[in-house]
Protein backbone atom coordinates (compact mmCIF):
# COMPACT_ATOMS: atom_id res chain seq x y z
CA UNK A 1 0.00 0.00 0.00
CA UNK A 2 1.35 3.66 -1.05
CA UNK A 3 1.70 6.46 1.56
CA UNK A 4 -1.62 8.62 1.72
CA UNK A 5 -2.37 11.15 -0.18
CA UNK A 6 -3.44 14.16 -0.25
CA UNK A 7 -7.25 14.89 -2.29
CA UNK A 8 -6.99 16.14 -5.25
CA UNK A 9 -7.26 19.95 -5.50
CA UNK A 10 -6.14 20.24 -1.49
CA UNK A 11 -2.27 21.65 -1.07
CA UNK A 12 -0.12 22.05 1.97
CA UNK A 13 1.96 25.56 2.14
CA UNK A 14 3.62 27.55 4.49
CA UNK A 15 2.83 31.38 5.71
CA UNK A 16 5.48 33.25 7.13
CA UNK A 17 4.77 34.17 10.74
CA UNK A 18 1.41 31.94 9.99
CA UNK A 19 2.91 28.35 9.79
CA UNK A 20 1.20 25.33 8.12
CA UNK A 21 -1.64 26.10 6.16
CA UNK A 22 -4.25 23.88 3.76
CA UNK A 23 -6.00 24.58 1.03
CA UNK A 24 -9.01 22.08 0.92
CA UNK A 25 -10.36 21.16 -2.32
CA UNK A 26 -13.07 23.84 -2.46
CA UNK A 27 -10.43 26.87 -1.61
CA UNK A 28 -10.82 27.56 1.22
CA UNK A 29 -7.65 28.23 3.30
CA UNK A 30 -7.24 27.03 7.20
CA UNK A 31 -4.18 27.25 9.77
CA UNK A 32 -2.76 23.59 10.82
CA UNK A 33 -1.85 23.79 14.14
CA UNK A 34 1.18 21.87 13.59
CA UNK A 35 4.78 22.69 12.10
CA UNK A 36 5.29 22.25 8.22
CA UNK A 37 7.60 19.13 9.21
CA UNK A 38 5.19 17.01 11.14
CA UNK A 39 2.36 17.72 8.70
CA UNK A 40 4.49 16.66 5.49
CA UNK A 41 6.13 13.42 7.77
CA UNK A 42 2.27 12.64 8.58
CA UNK A 43 1.55 12.74 4.58
CA UNK A 44 4.66 10.41 3.82
CA UNK A 45 4.97 8.15 6.12
CA UNK A 46 3.03 5.50 8.84
CA UNK A 47 -0.39 6.26 10.42
CA UNK A 48 -0.65 9.29 13.31
CA UNK A 49 -3.22 11.27 14.80
CA UNK A 50 -2.39 14.07 12.40
CA UNK A 51 -2.71 12.06 9.31
CA UNK A 52 -5.96 10.65 11.56
CA UNK A 53 -7.23 14.02 11.59
CA UNK A 54 -6.53 14.38 8.01
CA UNK A 55 -8.71 11.37 6.99
CA UNK A 56 -11.54 12.42 9.25
CA UNK A 57 -11.95 15.99 7.62
CA UNK A 58 -12.07 14.15 3.88
CA UNK A 59 -8.94 15.61 2.88
CA UNK A 60 -7.13 12.38 1.95
CA UNK A 61 -7.59 10.18 -1.11
CA UNK A 62 -7.63 9.74 -5.12
CA UNK A 63 -9.11 10.92 -7.55
CA UNK A 64 -12.71 9.57 -8.42
CA UNK A 65 -12.75 6.54 -11.28
CA UNK A 66 -15.52 6.06 -13.51
CA UNK A 67 -17.69 3.42 -11.99
CA UNK A 68 -17.81 0.03 -13.86
CA UNK A 69 -21.79 -0.41 -13.21
CA UNK A 70 -22.61 3.70 -15.04
CA UNK A 71 -19.48 3.59 -17.77
CA UNK A 72 -21.19 2.11 -20.93
CA UNK A 73 -22.28 5.17 -22.54
CA UNK A 74 -24.09 5.37 -26.04
CA UNK A 75 -23.44 8.23 -27.54
CA UNK A 76 -25.93 9.62 -30.51
CA UNK A 77 -24.27 11.82 -32.93
CA UNK A 78 -23.46 12.65 -36.62
CA UNK A 79 -19.69 13.10 -35.65
CA UNK A 80 -19.28 10.87 -32.37
CA UNK A 81 -15.55 10.52 -32.70
CA UNK A 82 -14.54 13.28 -30.46
CA UNK A 83 -17.05 13.00 -27.89
CA UNK A 84 -16.17 9.21 -27.68
CA UNK A 85 -12.49 9.59 -27.16
CA UNK A 86 -13.07 12.03 -24.86
CA UNK A 87 -15.25 10.14 -22.89
CA UNK A 88 -13.02 6.90 -22.98
CA UNK A 89 -9.65 9.17 -21.85
CA UNK A 90 -12.43 10.13 -18.98
CA UNK A 91 -12.66 5.98 -17.71
CA UNK A 92 -16.16 5.81 -19.38
CA UNK A 93 -16.83 2.96 -22.42
CA UNK A 94 -18.80 4.68 -24.86
CA UNK A 95 -20.52 3.25 -28.20
CA UNK A 96 -21.27 5.32 -30.80
CA UNK A 97 -24.55 5.04 -32.68
CA UNK A 98 -26.43 6.90 -35.35
CA UNK A 99 -28.13 10.28 -34.50
CA UNK A 100 -31.73 8.66 -35.27
CA UNK A 101 -31.52 5.72 -33.37
CA UNK A 102 -34.61 4.36 -32.46
CA UNK A 103 -35.44 3.59 -28.51
CA UNK A 104 -35.31 -0.14 -29.20
CA UNK A 105 -31.74 0.28 -30.42
CA UNK A 106 -30.15 2.61 -28.04
CA UNK A 107 -31.39 0.22 -25.39
CA UNK A 108 -30.30 -3.05 -26.78
CA UNK A 109 -26.87 -1.65 -26.59
CA UNK A 110 -27.53 -1.61 -22.56
CA UNK A 111 -26.39 1.94 -21.59
CA UNK A 112 -26.24 3.42 -18.23
CA UNK A 113 -26.50 6.66 -19.67
CA UNK A 114 -27.08 8.23 -23.37
CA UNK A 115 -25.14 11.72 -24.68
CA UNK A 116 -26.90 13.15 -27.58
CA UNK A 117 -25.20 15.95 -29.36
CA UNK A 118 -27.09 17.36 -32.09
CA UNK A 119 -24.84 20.50 -34.43
CA UNK A 120 -28.22 22.24 -34.69
CA UNK A 121 -31.66 22.39 -32.97
CA UNK A 122 -32.44 19.46 -31.33
CA UNK A 123 -34.21 16.93 -32.93
CA UNK A 124 -38.14 16.35 -32.15
CA UNK A 125 -37.02 12.84 -31.96
CA UNK A 126 -35.03 13.62 -28.55
CA UNK A 127 -38.61 13.92 -26.86
CA UNK A 128 -39.57 10.00 -27.69
CA UNK A 129 -36.39 9.12 -26.12
CA UNK A 130 -37.25 10.54 -22.69
CA UNK A 131 -38.51 7.24 -21.67
CA UNK A 132 -34.63 6.14 -21.34
CA UNK A 133 -35.35 7.51 -17.45
CA UNK A 134 -37.74 5.16 -17.08
CA UNK A 135 -35.29 2.44 -17.81
CA UNK A 136 -33.11 3.60 -15.27
CA UNK A 137 -30.45 5.53 -18.09
CA UNK A 138 -29.41 9.13 -17.43
CA UNK A 139 -30.53 11.06 -20.45
CA UNK A 140 -27.90 13.99 -21.57
CA UNK A 141 -28.68 16.07 -24.72
CA UNK A 142 -26.41 19.35 -26.00
CA UNK A 143 -27.89 21.26 -29.17
CA UNK A 144 -26.61 24.23 -31.06
CA UNK A 145 -28.52 26.85 -32.54
CA UNK A 146 -26.69 29.61 -34.31
CA UNK A 147 -23.60 30.12 -32.33
CA UNK A 148 -25.01 29.09 -29.15
CA UNK A 149 -24.95 25.53 -27.68
CA UNK A 150 -28.08 24.47 -25.05
CA UNK A 151 -26.72 21.77 -22.76
CA UNK A 152 -29.22 20.56 -20.76
CA UNK A 153 -29.77 18.30 -17.55
CA UNK A 154 -28.60 15.59 -17.66
CA UNK A 155 -31.24 13.54 -16.94
CA UNK A 156 -33.27 12.81 -13.88
CA UNK A 157 -36.21 14.27 -13.18
CA UNK A 158 -35.88 17.20 -15.78
CA UNK A 159 -36.30 15.24 -19.49
CA UNK A 160 -35.81 17.20 -22.95
CA UNK A 161 -39.59 18.00 -23.25
CA UNK A 162 -39.35 19.93 -20.13
CA UNK A 163 -36.92 22.36 -21.32
CA UNK A 164 -38.75 22.44 -24.42
CA UNK A 165 -41.98 23.68 -22.83
CA UNK A 166 -39.87 25.66 -20.57
CA UNK A 167 -38.44 27.80 -22.92
CA UNK A 168 -41.37 28.24 -24.92
CA UNK A 169 -42.62 29.51 -21.72
CA UNK A 170 -40.08 31.88 -20.77
CA UNK A 171 -39.98 33.04 -24.87
CA UNK A 172 -43.33 34.93 -23.99
CA UNK A 173 -44.74 36.33 -27.15
CA UNK A 174 -42.39 35.09 -29.30
CA UNK A 175 -42.81 31.62 -28.19
CA UNK A 176 -44.38 31.15 -31.77
CA UNK A 177 -41.74 32.37 -33.28
CA UNK A 178 -39.39 29.45 -31.54
CA UNK A 179 -41.64 26.93 -31.88
CA UNK A 180 -41.42 27.48 -35.79
CA UNK A 181 -37.80 28.07 -35.56
CA UNK A 182 -37.56 24.22 -34.40
CA UNK A 183 -40.18 22.97 -36.63
CA UNK A 184 -38.90 24.34 -39.60
CA UNK A 185 -35.51 23.26 -39.19
CA UNK A 186 -36.76 19.51 -37.96
CA UNK A 187 -37.95 19.81 -41.98
CA UNK A 188 -35.38 21.10 -43.43
CA UNK A 189 -36.74 24.26 -44.80
CA UNK A 190 -35.18 26.89 -42.51
CA UNK A 191 -32.40 28.87 -43.94
CA UNK A 192 -29.08 28.66 -41.76
CA UNK A 193 -25.97 30.75 -42.18
CA UNK A 194 -22.38 29.14 -42.34
CA UNK A 195 -22.18 28.12 -38.52
CA UNK A 196 -21.25 24.67 -37.64
CA UNK A 197 -18.76 23.82 -35.24
CA UNK A 198 -14.97 23.59 -36.00
CA UNK A 199 -12.59 21.87 -34.05
CA UNK A 200 -12.32 24.40 -31.49
CA UNK A 201 -16.26 24.61 -30.55
CA UNK A 202 -16.67 20.79 -30.33
CA UNK A 203 -13.45 20.73 -28.07
CA UNK A 204 -15.75 23.20 -25.67
CA UNK A 205 -18.62 21.29 -26.40
CA UNK A 206 -17.23 17.88 -25.79
CA UNK A 207 -15.36 18.99 -21.95
CA UNK A 208 -18.45 20.56 -21.01
CA UNK A 209 -20.52 17.34 -21.75
CA UNK A 210 -17.87 14.81 -20.55
CA UNK A 211 -17.63 16.98 -16.92
CA UNK A 212 -21.38 16.94 -16.67
CA UNK A 213 -22.13 13.16 -17.47
CA UNK A 214 -18.69 12.50 -15.06
CA UNK A 215 -20.26 14.31 -12.53
CA UNK A 216 -23.30 12.39 -12.63
CA UNK A 217 -21.27 8.93 -12.64
CA UNK A 218 -19.10 10.00 -9.90
CA UNK A 219 -22.20 11.06 -8.01
CA UNK A 220 -20.93 14.74 -7.44
CA UNK A 221 -23.53 16.58 -9.27
CA UNK A 222 -23.42 19.66 -6.42
CA UNK A 223 -21.20 21.08 -3.80
CA UNK A 224 -20.56 24.52 -3.16
CA UNK A 225 -16.86 26.47 -3.19
CA UNK A 226 -14.61 29.65 -2.57
CA UNK A 227 -15.41 30.29 -6.21
CA UNK A 228 -18.64 29.20 -6.67
CA UNK A 229 -20.57 28.86 -3.38
CA UNK A 230 -23.95 27.37 -5.12
CA UNK A 231 -23.52 26.24 -8.27
CA UNK A 232 -27.00 24.74 -9.91
CA UNK A 233 -26.21 21.21 -9.89
CA UNK A 234 -26.17 19.74 -13.47
CA UNK A 235 -29.37 17.56 -13.05
CA UNK A 236 -31.21 20.95 -12.73
CA UNK A 237 -29.70 23.44 -15.31
CA UNK A 238 -29.79 24.63 -18.38
CA UNK A 239 -25.79 25.95 -19.74
CA UNK A 240 -26.01 28.11 -22.39
CA UNK A 241 -22.92 28.22 -24.06
CA UNK A 242 -21.93 31.39 -26.30
CA UNK A 243 -19.42 29.78 -29.00
CA UNK A 244 -17.99 32.76 -30.00
CA UNK A 245 -17.48 34.31 -26.59
CA UNK A 246 -17.01 31.49 -24.71
CA UNK A 247 -19.54 32.89 -22.16
CA UNK A 248 -21.09 30.66 -20.35
CA UNK A 249 -24.62 31.17 -18.37
CA UNK A 250 -26.79 28.23 -16.29
CA UNK A 251 -29.96 28.68 -15.81
CA UNK A 252 -32.51 26.58 -12.99
CA UNK A 253 -34.94 24.46 -14.87
CA UNK A 254 -37.71 22.32 -13.12
CA UNK A 255 -39.96 19.17 -14.36
CA UNK A 256 -43.60 20.67 -15.57
CA UNK A 257 -45.98 19.10 -13.79
CA UNK A 258 -48.11 17.18 -16.08
CA UNK A 259 -51.64 18.67 -16.79
CA UNK A 260 -54.79 17.88 -15.57
CA UNK A 261 -57.42 15.78 -18.03
Do not use: N
Amino acid sequence: MGHPRLRPGCSVFTVEGRGTVLRDAAGQMFDIALPDEAVRSALTGAETEALAAFRKAGHLGERARWPEDRARVVVLADESAALCEALRRAGAEPVAAPADSSLADVLGGDPAAVCAWSDGPAPSAWRELDVLVDHGVAWQRASREGRHVLIEPVAGAVRHRDVVARRLAAAGSGHRHLAEFWAQHDAGTALHGEETTDAADLALVVALLVTDLRAWAIGSDAGGSAFQPEPLPASRRLRVVGLDTGAISDHPVLPVPASAP
